[in-house]
């Protein structure tokens, strides 16, 4: 394989990455939505710790967990904030 054809196969799961994060971010607009409701709180520290010890026990090569679980950080963080501000609404 050559750098394009590696590049065309990264465009094609970026692709599939937005799809997927943006059907993650209606799900996150319903939290919002039913913490809204039922005054829950954004940040429950607890359900990250499961979400990023699930996701570094899913990562099938170990020189990439590090890396995978940083990504999942900052979804989280942008989960977090898109919270906050329909919250503010």
Not at 33 to 58: C, P, Y
Not at 69 to 81: E, G, H
């Amino acid at each position: 394989m050559n750098l394009d054809e590696i590049r065309v196969d990264i465009d094609a799961l970026d692709n599939q990455l937005i799809d997927l994060l943006e059907k993650r971010m209606h799900l996150v607009s319903q939290v919002a939505t039913f913490k809204k409701m039922t005054g829950g709180r954004v940040l429950d520290n607890t359900r990250e710790l499961i979400i990023l010890e699930k996701v570094a026990s899913r990562v099938q090569d170990p020189i990439f967990t590090e890396t995978i679980v940083n990504t999942f950080k900052d979804i989280l963080k942008n989960s977090r904030y898109y919270q906050e501000t329909a919250l503010k609404d």
